[in-house]
Every structure is written in C-alpha cells, then in structure tokens.
Nanobody, 123 residues
Framework: VQLQASGGGLVQPGGSLRLSCVFS????????IGWFRQTPGKNRKGVSC????????YVDESVLGRFTISRDDAKNTVYLQMNSLDVEDTATYFC?????????????????WGQGTQVTVSS
C-alpha cells in the first residue's frame, strides 16, 4: 500500500488549497483515509478522516467549517479542500490509510502513511 500526498504550497491568509492523496496497492474503497498535520517540535495531529463508503467521518474543531474531506474511489484519491486558510494552518500535511475502514483515532493507530506536503499560509 502506498499513499502520495500533493497539492501543498504557499497561499495568503484567507486563500484556499486542495490537497490530494493518491492511494495504490489495494482497493482504496476498503480503507479509511485520514489527513494529519505536523509542525516542527509537535506531534502529528489529526485534521480530518473519512471512512469506508463515506462512513465514519471526523473533522477537528480547529478546521470545522473550513476544511472538507471527500473521496473518489474510482480515482483512488481522497481530497482535503481547505478554505479560509489561516497562518495557524501552516504545517506539513500527511495522509494515512487504515484497512479497517474506520477512523481509528490518533496517528499511532494508522499503519500506512504518505510523504508530507507543505502548506504555508503567509502574507
């Protein structure tokens, strides 16, 4: 199983970005896919998760109403649409996969990870 995150970049406060996580090596439809972010010196924190068949879903309160997770299993891709970005959203963003199809919680419970993509929000 491999996951590849992309779509990061530099954006001004209030702007938008869409991250993509392309999944390969198995059927993405069986997996829960989560997005996490990490800043230097801090632990990786869950941002949002979508379960199998658009099942269980989690959105961290810090991004609620601004970030939207979605999946297109036909394209083996999960997206994170990020709107109204704030400097506090600056981080390296990672996607992760879990074969139970649920959203298992903290980063330590996710067995598969993609490389990070950097999001920088700055004027």
């Amino acid at each position: 199983v491999q996951l590849q995150a992309s779509g990061g970049g530099l954006v001004q406060p209030g702007g938008s970005l869409r991250l993509s996580c392309v999944f390969s090596g198995s059927s993405v439809g069986d997996y829960a896919i989560g997005w996490f972010r990490q800043t230097p010196g801090k632990n990786r924190k869950g941002v949002s998760c979508i379960g199998r068949s658009n099942g269980p879903m989690y959105v961290d309160e810090s991004v609620l109403g601004r970030f939207t997770i979605s999946r297109d299993d036909a394209k083996n891709t999960v997206y994170l649409q990020m709107n109204s970005l704030d400097v506090e959203d600056t981080a390296t963003y990672f996607c992760a996969g879990d074969p139970t199809g649920q959203c298992p919680g903290g980063a330590q419970y996710w067995p598969y990870w993609g490389q990070g993509t950097q999001v920088t929000v700055s004027s």
